[in-house]
């Protein structure tokens, strides 16, 4: 629990509009959560396949994101060259500080490259506190792929 209250106070309020998958300023909210399922990752992915589309290192596309991230080391990046191994995968299932996923939407200064998402396409950054809250306990109760 401290995690939670730790990130809300690292990061700007939520709307409080109404979840909906593609106005993702009103995605969710601290009055209107989200469960935390594979399927809401997803709709939440949608805002980031601007940069993370089929063709780069990580890509977040409905169809692989799942593969790409649990169990899975983070990739190195050739341009621009980082490496972002940090010794952790992307997403360990259970523990959500341990992912390198949660770590780069939560933390200011990720152990390599920039905090996700970049404030260069449009979305806001950091991520409001329930998107946040939905990687985490998603990664706590195990990632499952619902």
């Not at 995605?27 to 780069?56: K, M, W, Y």
């Not at 990046?77 to 939407?105: H, R, W």
């Amino acid at each position: 629990m401290w995690i939670r209250a730790l990130t809300i106070m690292l990061v700007t309020a939520c709307s409080s509009s109404p979840a909906g998958p593609d106005a993702f300023l009103g995605f969710c909210s601290d009055q209107h959560p989200l469960a935390p399922t594979f399927t809401n990752i997803q709709l939440l992915f949608r805002a980031c396949t601007s940069c993370h589309g089929p063709e780069v290192e990580l890509p977040l596309v409905q169809a692989v994101s799942y593969g790409n991230l649990v169990n899975m080391p983070p990739p190195n990046y050739a341009n621009p060259p980082t490496d972002e191994s940090c010794g952790v995968l992307l997403v360990k299932p259970g523990d959500p500080t341990g992912s390198y996923l949660f770590q780069k939407i939560s933390l200011d200064t990720p152990c390599a490259g920039s905090r996700m998402p970049l404030t260069d396409i449009g979305i806001p950054a950091p991520l409001a506190p329930c998107a946040q809250t939905l990687v985490h306990d998603w990664i706590e109760l195990g990632a499952q792929n619902d």
